[in-house]
């Protein structure tokens, strides 16, 4: 492939994460995969045909997304790609009080991101060029009972990425996804059972991952004077 690209992928180990890894693998991009579940990894490695690489990574620790982002550069030579993924999303309203959820999406939805810029932005400007990916949610557009810290999360992720956008060189391109119901583990983290009652209906009507990895593969795939800035990606039925 002429245009194959070294693309890292932070919450490869399920989900959008590990169907953005398998889909731009098989399109024959180099992946370095990064999340926390080391078995996860292996097993995406194993699948990528020599063409996913994969490493331990907690997107909350500034000095690991930077060993992250290092680490491949000195492997491959250069990075073209990151796709800021990493999320999660334990739904509650504000009046239960669980305040140490709001803290974890704060600390992964929000810092993680920024922990991905901070590290793979010097590189860019260095090279002259890359793209950053963020997932973001539909929730930065909506926000449901429920939802509002997790949505104001991923509001800041837009906002942030936006404002990335903005303030670098038009050779570094930037793109917000942001993803309706998809099938994915990122309920399973809802302890509030008022909320994981909701979410049972909510995604009654769900897209599978790879229509989320499609976009991306889109994005990334469009010649260097074309910018896709966003795009929402969801369930026809999703209202």
């Known amino acids: 492939m002429t245009n194959s690209k070294i693309v890292l992928v932070t919450g ?9 890894a398998t889909r731009l693998a ?22 990528g045909a020599g063409r996913i690489s994969a ?3 907690d997107v909350t620790d500034r000095v690991d997304v930077a060993a992250f982002v290092e680490d491949a550069v000195a492997v491959h030579g250069r990075i073209d790609v990151v796709v800021d993924n990493a999320g ?43 793209h950053f990916v963020t997932v973001a949610s539909i929730g930065a557009h909506e926000v449901v009972p429920t939802a509002a810290v997790y949505s104001g999360t991923k509001f800041a992720a837009w906002a942030i990425t936006e ?15 942001s993803p309706g119901v998809v099938e994915s583990e990122l309920a399973d983290s809802i302890s509030d059972p008022t909320a994981a009652r909701a979410m049972r209906s909510y995604r ?20 260097p004077d074309v910018d896709v800035n966003e795009i929402i990606v969801r369930p026809s039925r999703q209202r």
């Open 55 to 57: 490493r331990r990574l």
């Open 163 to 177: 404002g990335l956008r903005l303030e670098v060189d038009p050779s570094i391109r930037v793109t917000t996804v």
């Open 88 to 130: 999660v999303m334990p739904l509650s309203r504000l009046d239960a009080g669980l305040v140490d959820e709001w803290d974890r999406m704060i600390d992964v939805n929000v810092r993680g991101l920024l922990h991905g810029i901070a590290a793979a932005l010097p590189v860019f400007q260095r090279q002259g060029g890359g």
């Open 26 to 47: 098989g399109e024959g991009h180099h992946v370095v995969a990064g999340a926390r579940r080391e078995d996860r990894l292996a097993a995406l490695v194993e699948r």
């Open 204 to 223: 009654a009507e769900a897209i599978p991952p790879d229509a989320i990895a499609r976009a991306v593969s889109y994005a990334i795939g469009e010649p």
């Open 12 to 20: 490869a180990s399920s989900g959008i994460g590990e169907a953005v």
